[in-house]
Nanobody
């Protein structure tokens, strides 16, 4: 059974940092692109960052460039999102997703999704 489990969310002050984790089971990162998405109250879900299965393609949404970093630990089958210099507008539920096709994943149509973790940034 394929599972994605996010963790690491919480409440942080503006300017602070959080590291989100997405632990995968039931498949190998070697075969799947992994991405982070977020949905704020009253807004549509948006892509934050994606990394290809070979880790040679990495995408960041413009508003997080220079502040967020996506990276993976193949041994732990876990993908991380390091979030620095957090802003109140980063407040959202963050989801990780996986798909064998990076383009499909980046379009928000990944095959597998986690349950989400709440990130709240206070001003």
């Amino acid at each position: 059974e394929v599972q994605l489990v996010e963790s690491g969310g919480g409440l942080v002050q503006a300017g602070g940092s959080l590291r989100l984790s997405c632990a995968a089971s039931g498949f190998s990162f070697d075969d799947y692109a992994i991405g982070w998405f977020r949905q704020a109250p009253g807004k549509e879900r948006e892509g934050v960052s994606c990394i290809s299965s070979s880790e040679d393609i990495i995408y960041y949404e413009d508003s997080v460039k220079g502040r967020f970093t996506i990276f993976s630990d193949i041994i732990k089958n876990t993908v991380y999102l390091q979030m620095n210099s957090l802003k109140p507008e980063d407040t959202a539920i963050y989801y990780c997703a996986a798909d064998q096709d990076l383009i499909t994943l980046a379009a928000g149509q990944g095959d597998y999704w986690g349950q989400g973790t709440q990130v709240t940034v206070s001003s």
